[in-house]
């Protein structure tokens, strides 16, 4: 027994150093290859044997013969284990290398692209993860092009809205002065038109800021949606009658919901007044309401002729106006823009799909 002990304490005690020797090379080569880890991480294993084993053997007095084959043996299990861990290393690093060139493309601004060589589950996991990140930011860039796009095109549009009144109320203030206008109160009435017009622009801007900005302060009530669909069909009615526009809202379930009642009822005359004001002479906007598994659907419906398919993407997006001309419909095209910014602080989600002879718009919100 006493041999025994013996012998497991030399053993211990040569596999001690080499582990401590190796530890500190490790921590010297942290910073290096891998093939340098795994070379001492082996070669501290192959030491650790061979000195335990010839601390035995010496121990055990065995012959000069003896020795030397158990030093034979145990140097090449060293050779082939080093050789074997080299190898690995190679690879391990052949593959990190192909991963890093992959993942500098797309931080470059590239789509990255997953090397085809096989590699660890380790290296494989942080491909998957560098191709949902680059998938991520390619969504991303594309948002990003175009918000910009509707920047630009909001600009633009706003610039020319602006400067046609802008224009009027000079002309128009200068015929005052110069006492050239034969009916000063009919000039007067136009002047407060076209400011009331600026001053709308600027209230959606104003509004579209605040949303962009997440500033929107929402003041939630438990209200019918029966009564907000009445109150904006009551206020979009003027606007219906003098486009000769026929407003249906019989379909319109009285379901609770808990929202801001102002800024939905804006929602609400914002829909209306796009749908008026596209739809013909003697055609209809008919509103709806209901309960469905997603929340509560409220729709405006009206016969526009529908939007192209290329288009439909782009509807809620700032400055869209539905036309390519220089002097498109009335309006910044901010109004679509608000509708699903103040949809979307409520937690909800805005629609639009074509239907037979029109677009039909929905607003869908969570029940209360």
Same mark, same amino acid.
């Not at 921590?27 to 044997?49: C, D, K, N, P, Y």
């Not at 609770?256 to 739809?279: F, H, Q, W, Y």
């Not at 009206?302 to 993407?313: A, H, M, N, R, V």
């Given at each position: 027994?006493?041999?025994?002990?013996?012998?497991?304490?030399?053993?211990?005690?040569?596999?001690?150093?080499?582990?401590?020797?190796?530890?500190?090379?490790?921590?010297?080569?942290?910073?290096?290859?891998?093939?340098?880890?795994?070379?001492?991480?082996?070669?501290?294993?192959?030491?650790?044997?061979?000195?335990?084993?010839?601390?035995?053997?010496?121990?055990?007095?065995?012959?000069?013969?003896?020795?030397?084959?158990?030093?034979?043996?145990?140097?090449?299990?060293?050779? +082939?284990?080093?050789?074997?861990?080299?190898?690995?290393?190679?690879? +391990?690093?052949?593959?990190?290398?192909?991963?890093?060139?992959?993942?500098?493309?797309?931080?470059?601004?590239?789509?990255?692209?997953?090397?085809?060589?096989?590699?660890?589950?380790?290296?494989?996991?942080?491909?998957?993860?560098?191709?949902?990140?680059?998938?991520?930011?390619?969504?991303?860039?594309?948002?990003?092009?175009?918000?910009?796009?509707?920047?630009?095109?909001?600009?633009?549009?706003?610039?020319?809205?602006?400067?046609?009144?802008?224009?009027?109320?000079?002309?128009?203030?200068?015929?005052?002065?110069?006492?050239?206008?034969?009916?000063?109160?009919?000039?007067?009435?136009?002047?407060?038109?076209?400011?009331?017009?600026?001053?709308?622009?600027?209230?959606?801007?104003?509004?579209?800021?605040?949303?962009?900005?997440?500033?929107?302060?929402?003041?939630?009530?438990?209200?019918?949606?029966?009564?907000?669909?009445?109150?904006?069909?009551?206020?979009?009615?003027?606007?219906?009658?003098?486009?000769?526009?026929?407003?249906?809202?019989?379909? +319109?379930?009285?379901?609770?919901?808990?929202?801001?009642?102002?800024?939905?009822?804006?929602?609400?005359?914002?829909?209306?007044?796009?749908?008026?004001?596209?739809?013909?002479?003697?055609?209809?906007?008919?509103?709806?309401?209901?309960?469905?598994?997603?929340?509560?659907?409220?729709? +405006?419906?009206?016969?526009?002729?529908?939007?192209?398919?290329?288009?439909?993407?782009?509807?809620?997006?700032?400055?869209?106006?539905?036309?390519?001309?220089?002097?498109?419909?009335?309006?910044?095209?901010?109004?679509?823009?608000?509708?699903?910014?103040?949809?979307?602080?409520?937690?909800?989600?805005?629609?639009?799909?074509?239907?037979?002879?029109?677009?039909?718009?929905?607003?869908?919100?969570?029940?209360?």
């Amino acid at each position: 027994m006493t041999d025994i002990l013996l012998i497991g304490l030399l053993a211990f005690l040569g596999a001690a150093a080499a582990g401590l020797l190796g530890a500190l090379v490790l921590r010297f080569s942290r910073h290096r290859s891998l093939i340098v880890s795994l070379t001492v991480v082996v070669a501290v294993a192959v030491t650790a044997m061979l000195v335990g084993t010839l601390a035995v053997a010496w121990a055990m007095f065995l012959s000069p013969h003896d020795l030397t084959v158990v030093t034979t043996v145990v140097a090449m299990a060293a050779v +082939v284990s080093l050789a074997t861990a080299t190898l690995l290393g190679r690879w +391990v690093a052949a593959r990190s290398r192909d991963l890093t060139l992959a993942a500098r493309s797309f931080g470059d601004g590239g789509t990255f692209a997953a090397p085809e060589a096989p590699a660890t589950a380790e290296l494989a996991a942080l491909t998957r993860e560098l191709a949902s990140t680059s998938a991520k930011l390619d969504r991303s860039r594309e948002r990003e092009r175009a918000l910009e796009t509707s920047r630009r095109e909001l600009v633009a549009w706003i610039s020319h809205d602006l400067r046609t009144p802008l224009a009027g109320l000079r002309a128009m203030s200068e015929a005052l002065e110069d006492g050239m206008a034969v009916d000063s109160q009919r000039y007067l009435g136009q002047i407060r038109t076209e400011v009331e017009r600026m001053n709308d622009m600027v209230g959606d801007l104003f509004e579209l800021s605040r949303i962009h900005a997440g500033s929107l302060a929402l003041t939630p009530t438990r209200i019918s949606v029966y009564d907000l669909v009445g109150d904006a069909l009551a206020g979009a009615d003027p606007l219906a009658r003098e486009h000769g526009v026929r407003l249906v809202g019989d379909r +319109v379930q009285a379901v609770p919901v808990e929202v801001d009642a102002k800024e939905m009822s804006r929602v609400l005359g914002n829909l209306l007044i796009n749908a008026i004001r596209r739809t013909p002479a003697d055609g209809t906007v008919a509103v709806a309401a209901h309960r469905s598994e997603k929340g509560v659907v409220l729709s +405006v419906t009206d016969g526009c002729g529908g939007i192209p398919e290329e288009d439909l993407p782009r509807v809620f997006d700032t400055g869209w106006r539905g036309s390519h001309a220089r002097t498109p419909p009335a309006g910044a095209g901010l109004g679509l823009a608000i509708v699903r910014g103040i949809v979307e602080a409520h937690a909800g989600r805005a629609e639009v799909r074509n239907v037979t002879g029109g677009c039909c718009f929905e607003v869908t919100l969570p029940p209360a």
